[in-house]
């Protein structure tokens, strides 16, 4: 059974940080690289960032560069996602997904395999 299962998103002032969680299945964490997707209100799903354990290659949209970090526990088979310095527009339900490795670059929602449920993050101002 595919398993994605995400977590940590909350409410946090402008500015301050929160870090997701994204505990994958086995095979699913060994064979994919892990994305982090977001999707606001009226907007389309957009990549954030992924990274493919096989190497350490990481991939970061410019809107989150310097302000996100994403890293992986093997021991965990779990990803996180880092946020710092979080803006207003940083406002979103986030959702990790499964990604084949050869298509972490540039980073699209149509290239999932499989989906987590999605975390909201509200970012006040």
């Known amino acids: 059974e595919v398993q994605l299962q995400a977590s940590g998103g909350g409410l946090v002032q402008a500015g301050g940080s929160l870090r997701l969680s994204c505990a994958a299945s086995?095979?699913?964490?060994?064979?994919?690289?892990i994305g982090w997707f977001r999707q606001a209100p009226g907007k389309e799903r957009e990549g954030v960032s992924c990274?493919?354990?096989?190497?350490?290659?990481?991939y970061y949209a410019d809107s989150v560069k310097g302000r996100f970090t994403i890293s992986s526990s093997n021991a965990a088979n779990t990803v996180y996602l880092q946020m710092n310095s979080l803006k207003p527009e940083d406002t979103a339900v986030y959702y990790c997904?499964?990604?084949?490795?050869?298509?972490?670059?540039?980073?699209?929602?149509?290239?999932?395999?499989?989906w987590g449920q999605g975390t909201q993050v509200t970012v006040s101002s």
């Open positions: 997904a499964a990604v084949p490795p050869e298509l972490i670059h540039p980073l699209a929602a149509t290239h999932a395999s499989y």
């Open positions: 086995g095979y699913i964490f060994d064979g994919y690289a």
């Open positions: 990274i493919r354990n096989s190497d350490g290659t990481t």
